[in-house]
């Protein structure tokens, strides 16, 4: 009996408890949520590819997200390990080697992040380029993607050589860090907004129902929360270069959480309209033809509802390319 009451003791005192010092239970809670529901958004959007386009070869759409969600599970690792225990905790609470241990860590965990935004962005500009055969939108995609690599390419190498040579955690002579922090939030938001405005823009002139044309701007435009995530970030940042940067900062690296977070997402929400209506379709087809059985929600099912979706949106694009074309040569005296 003894034994036992002295384990439940030594469980007791290893317990996590939330301080006004100690908040980095509520971080570390919080990125293993968020990375539980980006795995789900992630296994949605491969099961979707699975049954939807199981027949189509993998894309490069299809390689970038997944590479996105391998730097993001990695982000999210660097935050819940031992070493980033520094967050959210009282700068008197952590020795010297702790803060050199973290700071290590975060310099990896900020690598990590640009690199899994990065790749959830181009994601998507992949998967504009290849919706729309107009040549206008096809550029405005390569000029999209330019900028995301573009930033992206400037925020790694400012992060890898933000010391010269060195460490964060062995120079005190560093880069403006607060500076590059406001371009990396203000690029990406901005990068965002474009990911917002050019689907739109290229669905709405189309001829399909209006119901449908609001649902899929709708899921592009999930990218908003994004946006919303980083504006709450960026109005956290001056905390970082407080004395007590280890708990007062700690919001911004809650907001960082749900940027990575809401921009995966974001990339995979436009998945969902694909599955709803390849779903619908395979049960119209299973009603249509007797008897009803589970064969009849075959994988067949939801690549012919699929592909049917497709062609329709895709005789819609060549139509509206086709009018503006003769819109042109009308301008032109060629009629």
């Not at 908040?23 to 979707?48: D, G, Y």
């Not at 992949?126 to 055969?133: E, K």
């Not at 930033?151 to 040579?165: K, P």
Request: aromatic residues 12%; glycine residues 4%.
């Amino acid at each position: 009996m003894g034994d036992s009451t002295n384990g439940f003791d030594s469980l007791a005192s290893e317990s996590v408890v939330v301080e006004d010092s100690n908040l980095n239970p509520v971080i570390q809670l919080t990125t293993w949520l968020l990375l539980s529901l980006t795995t789900l958004a992630f296994s949605f959007r491969l099961l979707t590819r699975f049954f939807i386009k199981g027949e189509a070869p993998f894309s490069h759409e299809d390689a970038l997200i997944v590479l996105s969600y391998v730097f993001c599970f990695g982000e999210s690792i660097t935050m819940v390990i031992p070493e980033s225990r520094i967050i959210g905790r009282d700068a008197g609470m952590i020795s010297d080697d702790e803060l050199k241990a973290g700071l290590k860590v975060a310099y990896s965990r900020d690598i990590l992040f640009v690199l899994s935004l990065m790749f959830a962005k181009l994601s998507v500009c992949a998967s504009l380029f290849s919706l729309s055969p107009n040549q206008f939108h096809r550029r405005a995609t390569r000029i999209l993607s330019s900028t995301i690599l573009l930033w992206a390419i400037t925020c790694l190498l400012s992060t890898i050589f933000q010391c010269g040579t060195h460490g964060p955690w062995e120079n005190d002579s560093c880069m403006d860090w607060r500076t590059f922090l406001y371009y990396e939030g203000l690029l990406n938001a901005f990068t965002d907004v474009i990911l917002v405005i050019v689907p739109i823009a290229m669905i709405y002139p189309l001829h399909m129902s209006f119901k449908i044309k609001v649902t899929i701007m709708f899921l592009y435009s999930a990218r908003l929360l994004t946006i919303t995530a980083i504006v709450c970030q960026l109005i956290y940042l001056p905390r970082l270069f407080e004395d007590n940067f280890t708990l007062r900062g700690y919001p911004y690296f809650l907001c960082m959480q749900l940027v990575q977070f809401t921009s995966f997402s974001s990339a995979c929400a436009v998945y969902f309209l694909l599955f709803l209506r390849s779903l619908q379709s395979g049960f119209l087809q299973a009603s249509n033809s007797p008897p009803f059985t589970s064969a009849n929600l075959s994988a067949s099912s939801y690549i012919k509802g699929s592909r049917e979706g497709m062609s329709i949106m895709q005789g819609s694009c060549h139509e509206a390319d086709h009018r503006m074309r003769e819109r042109t040569m009308l301008l032109r005296g060629e009629f």
